[in-house]
């Protein structure tokens, strides 16, 4: 399956579009680490301290939205190009994560780093360090999807503000056919309504296998749980 991430205004950086204040903004929590973690981790937390309270800045950086909040994890910004470069453990590279998680403030939660199943494998070994207080990495495992979100009443073009309502996004797991925007489907939508629309704004994924790393906002279920139980609710 071929991967797609478009929107009617081939959103995000492309659309030079910005966040709305009202809808993720300005939050911080940056911090889990303390500042002592060194190594690897530290890294990492230097890398991705300019999107927290700032998913403006991810979008700047190629991140697109992949879909509604999601409890236990929040909004997931993806970086397709990222991912599908993932192709071996030897391609990752700390210092460009291919997602990022945030609360419903902006406040950054994980940094992720994902790639095609196949040939990624079960259970990469990404960090060096043996010594990262908050256990050994946790792979987790995402069968292929498509992700999409359509406005009731026809075509729009869609703002970054838009996305993040759950009420007019779907889901088709696996992907049944090749999905682009414009196409119409006859789904069940997240507000329970079940009619066609046009889809405005698509992502599609093939098999993945995802770790979080939740450097922004601490975790007590662990460093790399693939899910954090104060990101429940939306």
Known sequence: MSDKTMNRRSMMKASGVTVAA????????????????????????????????DP????????????????????TFTHPERRDSH???????????????????????AVGYHG????????????????????????????PGTHFWAAPGGEVDVEVADLLETSNWAAVHPPDRELSVGDSM??????????????????QHPHINSLFVWVGTENPEGLFAPSNPDFAQE
């Open 56 to 75: 403006q800045a991810a979008v700047d950086d190629g991140f697109v939205i992949r879909g509604p909040y999601a409890a236990g994890a929040g909004y």
């Open 186 to 203: 006859d789904v069940e939508w997240a507000d329970g309504t079940e009619e066609e629309r046009v889809v405005d704004h698509v992502v």
């Open 87 to 109: 192709t071996s453990v030897e391609e990752v590279t700390l210092s460009e994560p291919s997602f990022l998680t945030f609360d419903t403030n902006g406040a950054l939660g």
């Open 22 to 53: 009202t809808a993720l903004a300005g939050c911080t929590s940056m911090g889990p680490l303390g500042g002592d973690s060194g190594g690897e981790l530290e890294e990492i937390e230097s890398v991705v301290s300019q999107y927290d309270g």
């Open 116 to 143: 095609p199943t196949e040939e990624l494998g079960q259970s990469p070994d990404l960090l060096a360090d043996e010594d990262i207080d908050g256990g050994t990495e946790r792979w987790s495992d995402h069968e």
